[in-house]
Nanobody, 124 residues
Framework: QVQLVESGGGLVQTGDSLRLSCAAS????????MGWFRQAPAKEREFVAA????????YYVNSVKGRFTISRDNAKSTLNLHMNSLKPEDTAVYYC?????????????????WGQGTQVTVSS
């Protein structure tokens, strides 16, 4: 089992920045591909970004490329998402997730463990 706890959400204005963190506990953090997803009201959960086990490769949905940066600290068992130039359409509950699969997945079904989520609201 892996326990994931997100933090760092909040209410910000358009153009602001925010950093989300995800603290992992349980099994060895570096054994897992990690991802961020988000879910807005009445919408499906959407892939945002992912990072491989070593942190050497990152993946993003097109809508956040150039604005968001995913990173991990395996020594601290922590996953981060730095979000810049936030837009109202970024408003959602953000979830971190862990995957034990061999390849990075962009669908929620590819992830085995989930955090409880943290709300990000961007006002216009």
């Amino acid at each position: 089992q892996v326990q994931l706890v997100e933090s760092g959400g909040g209410l910000v204005q358009t153009g602001d920045s925010l950093r989300l963190s995800c603290a992992a506990s349980g099994r060895t953090f570096s054994n897992y591909i990690m991802g961020w997803f988000r879910q807005a009201p009445a919408k499906e959960r959407e892939f945002v970004a992912a990072i491989n086990r070593s942190g050497s490769r990152t993946y993003y949905v097109n809508s956040v490329k150039g604005r968001f940066t995913i990173s991990r600290d395996n020594a601290k068992s922590t996953l981060n998402l730095h979000m810049n130039s936030l837009k109202p359409e970024d408003t959602a509950v953000y979830y971190c997730a862990a995957s034990s699969r061999d390849l990075v997945a962009s669908g929620p079904i590819g992830y085995d463990y989930w955090g409880q989520g943290t709300q990000v609201t961007v006002s216009s």
